[in-house]
């Protein structure tokens, strides 16, 4: 293990008692540890998360330095945006609270911004667990790629310079997708630029029903319309990628849904309400139609 002190992490917390553990321990344990950690406490209220947050500030066993910085509650954006502040290396690690990583994290995607002067973030697929155990493989890209969807977990390591660029992170942003908007705000500092993905599970995400993820989903339309009128210069310069981006979502989960009603229907099982009817009324335009007469002719 060694010190890479080109990097700094800032972890954001808020009544996530033990589990700010877990995210502090996964950095020491690093086989290229951050030169200092800085949990920025975005106004926890639980006494047991106050107990640990005083636990690791005074613990001087710990192998790298920890700040904690304490502010009344304003949102992750916000307090990330504390965090950075305090940061004096050229390299940011963001981790929430509740996330760990896997121990070669550090040093596997901080080589490549050595590899691509233009890479201005990079991060690494995802290993959920909780209620959900899969590999999630978001894939990066330039700034076409991220405008049907965010293509960059919210762990990752950011170019220090590029967040005072664009304005850091928005902090009117609450009820989610702040990160999605914060990777368009940095790929449109300059001409080129990229987020790169190391293509392994480097980052351990825990899935819950009330997660703050799950539960932006509710106003995705919403917050979606803010962000393309935010950034709307660079929709219009990449309109066709954009669009074509969402129909390829739409089409891939309209041919999962229809695999899975043809194997349905193969093996005599009924359709659910919401399948009956689709069948009944399918959607036209969008090839909705095509999708129900290919199940019902079981082709």
């Not at 904690?68 to 945006?81: F, K, M, Y």
């Not at 908007?181 to 029903?209: C, H, W």
């Not at 129909?247 to 009924?270: C, P, V």
Request: aromatic letters at 8%; one cysteine or more; glycine letters at 6%.
């Amino acid at each position: 293990m060694y010190i890479n002190n080109e990097i700094e992490a800032v972890i954001t917390s808020f009544n996530q008692k033990s589990m700010i553990h877990e995210a502090v321990d996964s950095l020491c344990c690093q086989t290229a540890r951050p030169k200092r950690i800085i949990i920025v406490d975005d106004g926890t209220t639980d006494e047991m998360s106050k107990n640990v947050l005083h636990e690791i500030e005074t613990d001087s066993g710990l192998p790298v330095p920890v700040l904690v910085i304490r502010q009344s509650n304003q949102g992750v954006s916000a307090a990330r945006n504390t965090g950075i502040r305090e940061v004096k290396a050229p390299l940011v690690l963001a981790l929430d609270g509740d996330d760990s990583l896997q121990p070669s994290f550090i040093e596997e995607v901080s080589k490549l911004f050595n590899e691509n002067p233009s890479m201005i973030a990079a991060s690494s697929w995802l290993q959920t667990f909780g209620v959900l155990d899969s590999i999630v493989r978001p894939h990066g890209g330039n700034a076409a790629a991220f405008l049907a969807r965010n293509c960059c977990p919210a762990t990752h390591i950011f170019r220090r310079q590029v967040w005072k660029q664009c304005g850091g992170y928005d902090e009117t942003m609450r009820s989610g997708f702040e990160d999605w908007d914060f990777f368009l705000s940095m790929l449109e500092t300059a001409p080129d630029t990229y987020i790169g993905i190391v293509q392994k599970p480097l980052i351990n995400y825990r899935t819950t029903p009330v997660s703050s993820n799950i539960k932006s989903m509710e106003k995705r339309l919403q917050l979606m319309r803010y962000i393309i009128e935010k950034h709307g210069k660079c929709y219009q310069e990449h309109l066709t990628e954009a669009i074509l981006g969402i129909e390829a979502t739409s089409i891939s989960r309209l041919y999962g849904w229809e695999s899975e009603m043809i194997h349905a229907k193969s093996q005599g099982k009924s359709f659910s309400n919401i399948s009956n009817e689709f069948i009944a009324s399918p959607s036209y335009g969008d090839g909705g139609m095509a999708a129900a007469v290919r199940i019902v002719s079981g082709e």
